[in-house]
């Protein structure tokens, strides 16, 4: 199936999808769609598809549940949407770098090797890391020093960005630095020691969080319930699904300001 990041718009978008569903799901046709999505009549989603009729907004809505879109895919078509109907020049500019934010959710992601996992490991390093993605960052490491507040001195500052160089996790192009990647997963044999030194190392940033910062700069929350842990796959796919969805909704590639989710689901 064709994702939203290679689509040329939501027409094509729509009528693949359509299309698929009916190849996979021997029950699923035009009127099961039209029945799903809430519309009287499929001929609109016709028209829609074969470029026709422009979208609303509150169609885009009703074509996304008789299509079983995900979040994030619903949010990407709504912001398509937007973009076509919005002639405001400033609008359709903020509605550009939302489109970005989301099409870099979709791009595939690259292996994050046992070596860079390490690494990252260390929040110092990790927040380096990821500054080289906000819109203002400057390679230089009085600047990143600043933006470290004081946590590390400028010649370890120095040494964390020969590292990160050197390690494959920045790659210079153009005299510009680039993260290895938006997305990146782990392979399958990775040592899971270091998968467990980050988790520890970040739950620790959250307790030092309660001392550290304000209720203006961080969220704090849990909630306690039985379950019954025969269903510890389903949370993992919600909880997966509401990271790509926070993430795709909140990112902001202008701020300097590193944040860190972090969340946890475990028997008492």
């Known amino acids: 199936m064709q994702s939203p990041n290679t689509m040329s718009n939501y027409c094509s978008f729509l009528k693949e999808r359509y299309d698929t569903l009916?190849?996979?799901?021997?029950?699923?046709?035009a009127r099961f769609f039209a029945k799903k999505a809430g519309i009287s009549s499929f001929s609109y989603f016709r028209m829609v598809t074969s470029a026709q009729r422009k979208l609303s907004p509150l169609y885009a809505q009703k074509f996304a549940k008789g299509l079983s879109l995900s979040n994030t895919e619903t949010k990407y078509l709504l912001k398509m949407v937007e973009l076509e109907h919005n002639p405001d020049q400033v609008a359709r500019q903020k509605i550009l770098r939302?489109?970005?934010t989301f099409k870099r959710r979709f791009a595939?992601?690259?292996l994050l090797i046992s070596n860079h996992v390490e690494i990252l490991s260390d929040l110092s390093n990790l927040k380096i890391y990821l500054l080289a993605q906000a819109t203002t960052f400057q390679n230089k490491s009085q600047w990143i020093h600043r933006k470290?507040?004081?946590?590390l001195s400028l010649s370890e500052v120095e040494n964390r960005i020969k590292k990160l160089v050197t390690s494959g996790?920045?790659?210079i192009e153009d005299g510009k630095v680039r993260a290895l990647a938006p997305v990146v997963r782990t392979g399958d044999?990775?040592?899971?020691v270091h998968l467990a030194q980050t988790h520890s190392n970040i739950l620790d940033a959250a307790k030092a969080s309660i001392r550290t910062q304000s209720a203006s700069q961080r969220v704090l929350?849990?909630?306690?319930?039985l379950f019954d842990k025969k269903r510890i796959k389903e949370v993992a796919t919600r909880i997966e699904e509401f990271k790509a969805d926070l993430e795709s909704e909140?990112?902001?590639l202008n701020s300097e300001d590193v944040y860190e989710l972090q969340l946890s689901f475990f028997e008492l």
């Open 98 to 100: 939302d489109l970005a």
């Open 169 to 171: 996790l920045w790659k």
């Open 108 to 110: 595939p992601a690259e």
């Open 221 to 225: 929350g849990a909630r306690t319930f």
């Open 148 to 151: 470290l507040k004081g946590t």
């Open 189 to 192: 044999n990775l040592n899971e």
């Open 250 to 252: 909140f990112e902001d």
């Open 22 to 29: 009916k190849l996979t799901k021997p029950a699923f046709s």
